[in-house]
């Protein structure tokens, strides 16, 4: 099992400096891959990068939520949204994202769905070790 990060990632990079195995990275290009990705080949579970995440976007593969209740004010990118994001990450560095969508208290969220994409990308996306 590994840790998955959501679309609730807005690319803060805390995460990736407190990984002791260096399994997190950009999702690039941005705008196909708009999240920061666990490689499930490498994470060893410690949770290090939970408590690192401002968004509370992490979560162990069998607690993604099915149902998650926003706050309110939360964003989540997903490619196909139009909104417009901008902040700045973990070093001060800009983060600008086109493909969000503020989510309104109460309003729930599948999660789940976000755990597929974060295999693909490591599978078949741009994050694909080959083994030659």
Known sequence: MT???TSLCLRDSGCVEVCPVECIVPGK???EWPWYYIDP???IDCGACIAECPYDAIFPEDEVPSA????GGEFISKIGLTGHYEGVNHHG???ILDCVRSLNAGE????TEDIQPNYD???TGPGYKSVE
């Open 41 to 43: 080949d490498t994470c």
């Open 121 to 123: 990308y490591f599978k």
């Open 93 to 95: 560095d800009a983060v």
């Open 108 to 111: 729930e969220v599948d999660l």
């Open 29 to 31: 290009p941005q705008e």
């Open 68 to 71: 998650y209740t926003a706050k």
């Open 3 to 5: 840790h998955i990060i």
